[in-house]
């Protein structure tokens, strides 16, 4: 068990501003849309749409939102996206992985390339850091859902890997293919989550200078600005002085 990732948490609180409310709640939609047009319209018969109902509703996205995106997969009119992943590296060589889902994929990527070359980066193929991440399952819970211990034991006894907990939260880690199994299992025990979703998780993060930080975030809030983007991971972290000075 360790503490979390400090530049996790600058995302963790900075996505609880909502300063781009709406711009995420369309994001959500569209999740929310694919899910059901791939699979059933009804959450508690797909796991990705359940997943995606509850990521909107953890960042209090309107019921008539999501109601109305899983009606559009049902009707003839709904669009067709592609899911497509773009790998690359920003400034001071830091491994990006940027997820989109779009319904024109010339525009999308170009304005990834852009943006990466825009902030210090440059925009690689397909694999070419992926290998230095894993593809897992993240469910986060609030410190107060119970001290480290309580929450580790849950976590394994619902069939997770591992757990890490500060003094924010507690984030507990499984395999892709078991989320939805795992994120039942731990609700009957600690309540509901506070969000539970698909990762890449980097093997290794490498600490980064205040200058490099502050490039990197540029980098980053271009790219989760876009439309078509749906998430951005980096393997980068920051110490606490960093941390608050950004």
């Not at 899910?35 to 990705?48: F, H």
């Not at 939260?169 to 509901?192: F, K, P, Q, R």
Request: proline letters at 3%; charged letters at 30%; glycine letters at 6%.
């Amino acid at each position: 068990m360790a503490g979390h990732s400090k530049w996790a948490n600058i995302q963790h609180r900075k996505g609880r501003q909502d300063k781009l409310r709406s711009k995420l709640f369309s994001k959500l939609a569209k999740e929310i849309t694919v899910a059901a047009k791939m699979g059933d319209p009804d959450p508690d018969k797909n796991p990705r749409l359940r997943l995606a109902v509850k990521a909107a509703k953890s960042v209090s996205c309107p019921k008539d939102v999501i109601d109305r995106a899983i009606k559009k997969s049902m009707g003839g009119d709904a669009e067709d996206y592609t899911e497509l992943r773009y790998e690359g590296y920003g400034p001071n060589g830091i491994a990006v992985i940027v997820e989109t889902m779009t319904d024109n994929v010339n525009r999308t990527a170009s304005n990834v390339r852009s943006y990466f070359t825009k902030f210090g980066g440059n925009l690689g193929t397909t694999g070419s850091v992926s290998f230095m991440f894993d593809r897992l399952g993240e469910i986060m819970y609030p410190a107060s859902a119970g001290d480290a211990d309580t929450v580790m034991m849950a976590a394994l006894e619902a069939g997770a890997d591992d757990v890490e907990s500060d003094d924010e939260g507690h984030w507990i880690y499984c395999a892709d293919t078991s989320l939805s199994e795992v994120s039942n299992a731990l609700e009957a025990v600690l309540g509901e989550s506070e969000s539970s979703k698909l990762i890449w998780k980097p093997q290794n993060r490498t600490n980064v200078d205040l200058e490099t930080a502050t490039k990197l975030m540029k980098l980053m809030d271009a790219l989760e600005d876009d439309d078509d983007v749906q998430n951005v991971t980096a393997n980068f972290d920051v110490s606490e002085e960093i941390a608050a000075a950004l």
